[in-house]
C-alpha cells in the first residue's frame, strides 16, 4: 500500500500521526464509510451475510458515484458529496437490520421465557425453531429505512449550498433523473450499477449486454461510462484514491 502511494511503509502508534499522514481531504472521504461500518452488523446469525452486502453496496454506489462526478470537480472536490451522501444512503438499512434483528432476539428471547415458566414443552421447542422473515426485512428497507435516512437529510445543516442533501432527497424520493442535480444524477447512477454489480455477482441476473444496457438507461447510464467505472474496480475501498 505504501509503495502504491511512493511512501516508506512505517509503524504509526498513535491517532493524530496516523490522521497526519492520511491528511484532511483523504479523511473527509474515508471517514464516512468508517463511522457506517462501524453501524452495520457483520455478524448476525439471522441474515448472516446482510451486512456485508450493505457495505459492498455502499463502496460501490459511492464510489462509482465518485467517479461519475469527477468531470465536474474542479478544484472543489465536490466528489466528495458521493462519499457522504452514499454512507448516509446506507445508514437507514443498517439501521433497520440492527434494530430488526436485536428487536427480534428480544421478543424471542421474552417468550421463550414465559414458555419455560409454564413449562409449555411442545410450544417452546417449536418457537425455538423461529426465525425473522426476510420478506419482512425488505419490506422495513424499502418503508423505515427510507424514513431513517430522510430524517437526516432534513436535520443536519450540511453546508456546500445542500448539495448532499437534496442527492439524498432526489434519491429517496425516486426524482425523475432529468431533475436531478448532478449530484443527485450520479448518486442514481452508481446505485444502479451498484444494484447490477451485486445481482450479477449472486448469479442472480445472466450475463447479457442488452439486458445490462436497458437496466443502466433506467438511470441515464451509458454503457460507455458503465465500462469505464468497471475498469476503475470501484467495489473496493481502494485507499490510495483518497490519499493524496
Known sequence: ??????????????????????????LRFIIPGMFLKSRLRLECPHFPLLGQKIWTYYVTSSNAARHLMLPYTGNNRN????????????????????????????AKRELLDELHASKNVVLYHAVLDVEPSANIMTNLFDDSAKKVVENIARQIDWGSKGKISRAILDNIHNVNYTSRSKEGLALGQGRTFATWFLLNNAKLVKENPDVEEKAMRHSRLSMQRVNDIKRHNVNKLNLGDYIG
Not at 502504491?4 to 499522514?21: E, F, I, Y
Not at 458529496?81 to 432476539?105: D, K
Open 1 to 26: 500500500f505504501s509503495r502504491s502511494l511512493k511512501r516508506k511503509s512505517q509503524k504509526v502508534t498513535d491517532m493524530s500521526t496516523a490522521c497526519g499522514m492520511i491528511g484532511m481531504d483523504g
Open 79 to 106: 466528489e466528495l458529496t458521493a462519499m457522504i451522501s452514499g454512507s448516509i444512503l446506507c445508514m437507514g438499512m443498517a439501521a433497520v437490520h440492527q434494530q430488526f434483528s436485536l428487536s427480534f432476539e428480544k
